[in-house]
């Protein structure tokens, strides 16, 4: 009996650097693999992982498809996606995910969406929402890694789609290598990292493991070390990423500034983060807006308790006093309060890092896996109704005239 033909998957992606959706890519692709046939699509750029990406089998393919709609690019995209000939279009990233969708839309492509983060109102201006309310219908799944970003979203396009395009809409949370993530912490390793750093042995360790950008709010992390070294003469804090280079340079020179240059350890970009994790005593998020922070279930994994803000996506990973504490958005104050209780108790320590162990077993490989794979499959045999129908009506006049 011949092979079936496996089905072709585009999962498309602004760049392909150090970042939640990712990594998680490259977790779950060995899963997904058995039974598609996956590229991926980078529409602006290449970025850090494309190496490890290709070591896995993963083929990686580029397009120019940044910069204003017009009519040009809009045509371009189209003509680019039909020549790969997907079955299913998967786009993750918010940045040109209209390009990317109106472009799969021309090319007759089922069209799946995630939003990998909440939906702050700056990013989804009155424009925006007109975009994708018309862009919705032709949209066959909309995935969301947290209720609260299903939730706003479904309050930003209600009063302007039919009621039953809610059904559209589908929370799925990633999905993390957690047994991987086990393995590649060990004593050795964090022994390592101490000769690495020249720590002292009664040092107390902090981190955070971060794409460095303004939206995960670095400055309030200095600031509560800044307070938090009054107490702990001895304390490090690592932050553990790359990214934005000026605003790199920006926390550099507030670190600087603040005299805690001997306090606060900038790694860069790490390949093994699964140490430094255990490394720390304590992992700490401040970000403004967060989708489902990969960094808390990766320290999790590893049995590290972690302070995060208060925002409604944390709150739903987060049992506050249990894998750890909750702190004021934009207080640190508040942060450094609840990092000095943790560092103060080792059995809190220990109660709050065996509570997250348990808890990261909600977020394994294999669950999320077969559920992508039935999404993907039912998608093509059970589309939503109307999808298609959508699609077929639009041309590309249809978008530059109604100002999309």
């Not at 079936?4 to 899963?31: D, N």
């Not at 290598?177 to 902090?206: F, K």
């Not at 509570?355 to 045999?381: G, N, V």
Request: net charge positive; charged share 25%; glycine share 6%.
């Amino acid at each position: 009996m011949p092979e079936q033909k496996k089905l072709k998957v585009l999962w498309s992606y602004r760049r392909f650097g150090v970042g939640g959706s990712e990594t998680s890519a490259l977790s779950i692709f060995p899963l997904l693999s058995k039974h598609f046939d996956i590229t991926v699509l980078l529409t602006s750029g290449v970025g850090t992982l494309v190496p490890r990406a290709k070591e896995l089998g993963i083929k990686v393919v580029t397009a120019d498809m940044k910069g204003k709609l017009n009519r040009r690019r809009i045509a371009r995209g189209a003509r680019f996606i039909a020549e790969l000939s997907p079955d299913i279009v998967h786009i993750h990233s918010f940045d040109n995910h209209f390009m990317v969708r109106i472009a799969a839309i021309l090319a007759r492509v089922p069209i799946i969406f995630t939003h990998h983060h909440t939906l702050p109102a700056q990013r989804y201006t009155p424009e925006l929402i007109k975009r994708e309310v018309r862009l919705l219908p032709a949209t066959d799944r909309v995935l969301f890694v947290c209720n609260e970003a299903r939730e706003q979203y479904w309050e930003l396009v209600k009063k302007k789609v039919k009621p039953e395009e809610k059904g559209r809409l589908i929370l799925m949370h990633d999905a993390f290598d957690i047994e991987g993530l086990r393995s590649a912490a060990t004593d050795e390793d964090v022994r390592t990292l101490r000769q690495a750093y020249s720590l002292p042995s009664d040092a107390r360790i902090i981190g955070t493991v971060a794409r460095i950008h303004p939206v995960k709010n670095l400055e309030l992390l200095i600031q509560a070390v800044a307070i938090l070294r009054k107490k702990y003469e001895s304390l490090k804090c690592f932050i553990v990423g790359e990214g934005d280079e000026k605003y790199l340079e920006k926390i550099r020179n507030m670190t600087n500034e603040l005299g805690l240059g001997d306090t606060i350890i900038f790694t860069g970009f790490q390949e093994n983060v699964s140490a430094f994790y255990k490394l720390f005593e304590v992992t700490v998020l401040t970000s403004r807006i967060e989708g489902l922070p990969r960094s808390v279930i990766e320290s999790y994994a590893v049995g590290t308790p972690v302070v995060l803000p208060r925002i409604a996506s944390t709150e739903e990973i987060l049992d506050d006093r249990r894998e750890g504490f909750f702190a004021e958005p934009g207080s640190p104050q508040k942060f450094a309060q609840r990092i000095a209780i943790l560092l103060a108790n080792e059995e809190l320590r220990q109660f709050c890092g065996e509570c997250a162990r348990a808890r990261s077993e909600l977020f394994t490989l294999q669950p999320y896996a077969e559920k992508l794979r039935f999404l993907y499959e039912t998608l093509l045999d059970s589309p939503p109704p109307g999808a298609a129908a959508a699609k077929k009506k639009y041309r590309l006049r249809y978008f530059l005239t109604r100002r999309v």
